[in-house]
């Protein structure tokens, strides 16, 4: 069974620093770009950051560069998102995603079931 698993979310206030988790089994791992992306009620779901399967490329949403970064460890089929100086504007469901694109959730074929982060002050 394919799967995707997050943790890491939860309460966090203004400033501080999350790191999320994504574990993957059920399927090889190795060949996927892993995407992250964020949605909240009543909007589409974004796309916040990607790595290739090899890991020597990221990519980031603009409101999200240079505070957040994505990691992947392919021996253990992981994914992470560390997430530093959050704002109450980073307040979604995060989900994990894998597939052989970047950017857009057409390109993803797997996807996590979200995992809540909450931004307060």
């Known amino acids: 069974q394919l799967r995707l698993v997050e943790s890491g979310g939860g309460l966090v206030q203004i400033g501080g620093s999350l790191r999320l988790s994504c574990a993957a089994s059920?399927?090889?791992?190795?060949?996927?770009?892993m995407g992250w992306f964020r949605q909240v009620p009543g909007k589409e779901r974004e796309f916040v950051a990607a790595?290739?399967?090899?890991?020597?490329?990221?990519y980031y949403a603009d409101s999200v560069k240079g505070r957040f970064t994505i990691s992947r460890d392919n021996a253990k089929k992981m994914v992470y998102l560390q997430m530093n100086s959050l704002k109450p504007g980073d307040t979604a469901v995060y989900y994990c995603?894998?597939?052989?694109?970047?950017?857009?959730?057409?390109?993803?074929?797997?996807w996590g079931q979200g995992t809540q982060v909450t931004v307060s002050s």
């Open positions: 995603a894998a597939g052989p694109g970047y950017y857009r959730t057409d390109d993803y074929n797997y």
């Open positions: 059920g399927f090889s791992f190795r060949p996927y770009a």
């Open positions: 790595i290739t399967w090899s890991g020597d490329n990221t």
